[in-house]
């Protein structure tokens, strides 16, 4: 079976920053790990970065240039390093992964991360 678990989230005030962790152990074989979302509370799952074909890589507008997703094969980690916190960031962030050949979309537990001072 293969274990996805994130890390790294925390408290933070506002202008700081974080890195987030989401490594695949276990049995990896298949696995890929896409990107992140995050959820706010009585908000929907939303997109924070993903990898696109190539290993490009895709931010929305409301994260691009604060937001770096980033892929060490080795480790079968992915990473969110976050800059320029805000408040509006608060939420649980999660991981996305896929069980390869299967094309379903799977999450990880997640990691809460608050902005506040």
């Known amino acids: 079976q293969v274990q996805v678990v994130e890390s790294g989230g925390g408290l933070v005030q506002p202008g700081g920053s974080l890195r987030l962790s ?5 049995t990896v074989f298949g696995i890929y790990l896409k990107g992140w979302y995050r959820q706010a509370p009585g908000k929907q ?6 990898f696109t074909s190539n290993e490009n890589t895709f931010y ?43 094309v ?8 809460q991360v608050t902005v506040s001072t």
């Open 45 to 50: 799952r939303e997109l924070v970065a993903m």
């Open 60 to 102: 929305p507008p409301d994260v691009e240039g604060r937001f770096t997703i980033s892929r060490d094969n080795v480790k079968n980690t992915i990473y969110l390093q976050m800059n320029g916190l805000k408040p509006e960031d608060t939420a649980v962030y999660s991981c996305n992964y896929e069980k390869r050949p299967s």
């Open 104 to 111: 379903f979309d799977y999450w990880g537990q997640g990691t």
């Open 22 to 26: 989401c490594e695949a152990s276990g």
